[in-house]
């Protein structure tokens, strides 16, 4: 056998085995099941028209729970509304139009909301956006602080007294490792940093989605509503659909495919925090992988620097 040959079966013999636990680990970590009903409990999940917010979706409406999907496409989310309603038979969906690149929006969906619905059991602050060249929202706030914190501040602040009354209730903050990328210290959290894009902000409003979980779960700690942020993981989604083209071919097609998790793999977590009865009293805290996770940058423990956070986005959401 020549040398080249033996090098091949080297290789193999190493590389196959770590791949094929790759493989396991992937498919197998973080996976949550459990026969928790939801019968007579409402959800609201902003985003639920694709990605893991659909899976969400579709996962709690085999619960039998009564779903607003909050979307800003109502075309896809009517799809995604029928498909559901294909697959489980669930009749008890609902679509509402919300952008929360649109605080006036925010307000209007949150005050329909108030107005229609008797109860709130669980809100899951599920969308997201990532931008590659600075784009404004419709109040002229940098988009991914706009889109993927402020407008979900403002919402489940709107929303407060409803979750109150349906206590025990959850809110659910879909945050990202990516928030370990944020170039931002203690000092640089002031409104015009916060509303400056540059780029690390998809990773600063992932950070400002962990210190928006950890001052609210103090603010709601004997409220009855429990208040916690998760990593969903490297997820196969839309997310990076403002990518140019050829990156997009690149993360779609190629890495994606064999190191991301599928949407279903990346709704995991969010389902585990949304549902799980073990966490019916734990407020406050980042999960991974349906655990609590202590993967943090020290400024996303920072009391103070949450509360600086808080009083910067009730400014900038006219709550102050």
Not at 18 to 41: P, Q
Not at 82 to 106: C, M, P, W, Y
Not at 108 to 113: L, T
Request: some cysteine; glycine content about 4%; hydrophobic content about 45%.
């Amino acid at each position: 056998m020549s040398c080249c040959c033996i090098c091949l079966v080297v290789a193999a013999l190493i590389f196959l085995p770590l791949f094929i636990l790759y493989l396991y680990l992937r498919l197998t970590v973080g996976r949550y099941s459990s026969d928790v009903d939801l019968t007579a409990k409402t959800v609201i999940i902003t985003g639920a028209n694709v990605g893991i917010g659909f899976e969400t979706a579709l996962d709690l409406a085999t619960r039998n729970a009564r779903i607003i999907f909050a979307c800003r496409n109502l075309e896809k989310a009517e799809q995604a509304k029928q498909k559901i309603f294909e697959e489980t038979g669930n009749r008890q969906l609902i679509v509402k139009h919300l952008d929360l690149a649109s605080l006036d929006s925010v307000r209007k969906f949150s005050a329909e909301i108030l107005k229609e619905e008797n109860r709130l059991d669980i809100l899951i602050n599920n969308a997201g956006v990532v931008e590659v060249t600075p784009q404004k929202t419709k109040d002229g706030f940098e988009m991914m602080f706009g889109v993927n914190h402020l407008g979900h501040f403002l919402l489940t602040l709107l929303l407060k007294d409803l979750l109150m009354k349906s206590a025990p209730s959850r809110v659910v903050v879909v945050s990202s490792v990516a928030h370990m990328w944020a170039k931002i210290t203690a000092s640089e959290i002031t409104a015009d940093r916060l509303n400056t894009y540059n780029r690390s902000q998809y990773g600063v409003s992932k950070l400002m989605n962990i210190l928006f979980t950890r001052e609210l779960s103090q603010q709601w700690k004997d409220s009855g509503v429990t208040v916690n942020a998760l990593h969903p993981g490297a997820v196969q989604s839309e997310l990076l659909r403002n990518l140019p083209p050829v990156l997009q071919f690149m993360f779609d097609k190629i890495l994606c495919k064999i190191f991301y998790k599928t949407t279903k793999e990346g709704a995991q977590t969010s389902i585990y925090v949304a549902v799980a009865p073990e966490l019916k009293h734990v407020t406050g805290e980042y999960f991974s992988d349906c655990k609590i996770s202590k993967r943090l940058l020290e400024i996303a423990r920072d009391d103070g620097v949450a509360k600086k956070v808080w009083e910067i986005s009730e400014q900038f959401c006219g709550l102050k």
